[in-house]
Structures are given as C-alpha cells and as structure tokens.
C-alpha cells in the first residue's frame, strides 16, 4: 500500500501561485510515476500533469507553460507549481502515484481561484 498526502492548496485571486505538495509512504519502489489530476465541479476528473521516477513530464495543454511538476526521488514526494492560475484551474487537485500495476490516489485539496 501507498499512502500520499498532499498540501499546498488554497484560495488565490486570478495571476497568482500555488504550490502543490505531495508525499508518498508506505511501498515505494524506485521506479514510478507521479501525478496531478483535478476535478472542477459538474465535470470529469483530468489530467494536469505527470512525472516518472526518471524525471519524463507530461502536461495538460490547458496548463503547459503555466505549471511545473516535478519531483523529489529521496523524499518520494512530487510537487506542482502553478503560475498564472485563472479561475478555470479551481478544482480539487489530486495526487496520483503508480507503479508496477497498483494505482494509488490521495484525498484532494482545494485550490480555488477568484477575486
């Protein structure tokens, strides 16, 4: 099992950051992925951004060039930097790790952007 906690959300007015925390436990192995997917009310859940254990990224194009993912392999933990959020990014984020075919999800956090 894999336990993740993430931090970092909040409420923010339009141009403004975030940073996004998450920190894995439990049965890590060396080779993974980690991610952010976010679900906005009334719509399905997304993808912002991934990162695997080698440093490989993938973005969301709604977001590329606004948000950096990256990753922390001794601290088996990933973060998510937002810059020029825009109110279309409140959501709940969450965090995602997977490897070796076992899928692991955290409880979310808020990040709402409004003036």
């Known amino acids: 099992q894999v336990q993740l906690v993430e931090s970092g959300g909040g409420l923010v007015q339009p141009g403004g950051s975030l940073r996004l925390s998450c920190a894995a436990s439990?049965?890590?192995?060396?080779?993974?992925?980690m991610g952010w997917y976010r679900q906005a009310p009334g719509k399905q859940r997304e993808l912002v951004a991934t990162?695997?254990?080698?440093?490989?990224?993938n973005y969301a194009d709604s977001v590329k060039g606004r948000f950096t993912i990256s990753r922390d392999n001794a601290k088996n933990a990933a973060y998510l930097q937002m810059n020029s959020l825009k109110p279309e990014d409140t959501a709940v984020y969450y965090c995602?790790?997977?490897?070796?075919?076992?899928?692991?999800w955290g409880q979310g956090t808020q990040v709402t952007v409004s003036s």
């Open positions: 990162i695997t254990s080698g440093g490989y990224t």
């Open positions: 439990g049965r890590i192995f060396s080779i993974y992925r």
């Open positions: 995602t790790y997977y490897s070796l075919g076992s899928d692991y």
